[in-house]
């Protein structure tokens, strides 16, 4: 089983629709869980941190399930420029070290 | 603005040549620095941690002789792919976190992408 785990789509959805990913990790012992964007062939960036209690930033929600071991983000009312890579990255664990999963490509259509 | 730098952004060479990339950080000091690689659709892998002051900690599977890394001063890390071969082409990232590591917010150079011919 892969540390990080995620769908890897790609997700094709019409302008203003709401699509989920989950990403799955295999370490029960990891403390920090994170989203990462990354567009075509430029380098990732922070999307948002995923704390226990579920967090919210405009659109966007992360879910963290320490029991079932999966964090979540969804994403509302999508545009076009929402179209990337989605990349779960898990952090903490046994030996401190940042895993990132594949990646899950989401293209918004109009 | 970018608050981490990478240089190139693309470099083509021979098979048997040395390539060396530049990452620093701008506006902080870094006195630890990740480089990862990234090829077509994959995730980004770790390649080598880079400690400022002391050899960098390279993992499993990764050349250190191949693969070198200075750290010179708490703004500037360099990986230099030596006698470079057409399996090392590949899009390289350096990141760096502005806080604790542990925070997850690495931000990232604007990568460098290599072409071995």
């Known amino acids: ?110 | 603005g970018a608050v981490v730098s990478q240089h190139p952004s693309w470099v083509i060479c021979k098979s048997g040549t040395s390539v060396k990339i530049e990452c620093r950080s701008l506006d902080f000091q870094a006195t630890t620095m990740f480089w990862y690689r990234q090829f077509p659709k994959q995730s980004l892998m770790l390649m080598a941690t880079s400690n400022e002051g002391s050899k960098a900690t390279y993992e499993q599977g990764v050349e250190k002789d191949k693969f070198l890394i200075n750290h010179a001063s708490l703004t500037l890390s360099t990986l230099t792919v030596t006698s470079a071969h057409p399996e090392d082409s590949s899009f390289y990232i350096c990141s760096a976190p502005k806080t604790g590591w542990e925070s997850g917010e690495l931000f990232f150079g604007e990568g460098s992408r290599l072409t071995v011919l």
Request: hydrophobic share 30%; charged share 20%; aromatic share 10%.
């Open chain 1, 1 to 110: 089983r892969k540390e990080v785990e995620q769908d890897p789509g790609p997700f094709n959805v019409p302008e203003g629709a709401t699509v989920a990913f989950n990403c799955t990790y295999s370490n029960s012992a990891s403390q920090s869980f994170f989203w990462y964007r990354q567009d075509c062939r430029k380098e990732p960036k922070l999307l948002m941190s995923v704390y226990s209690s579920g967090n919210e930033d405009g659109r966007f929600t992360a879910q963290l399930n320490r029991a079932s071991q999966y964090i979540s983000l969804l994403i509302r009312d999508s545009k076009l420029s929402d179209s990337a890579t989605y990349l779960c990255v898990v952090g903490g664990g046994n030996n401190r070290k940042l895993i990132w999963g594949l990646g899950t490509s989401l293209a918004v259509n109009p």
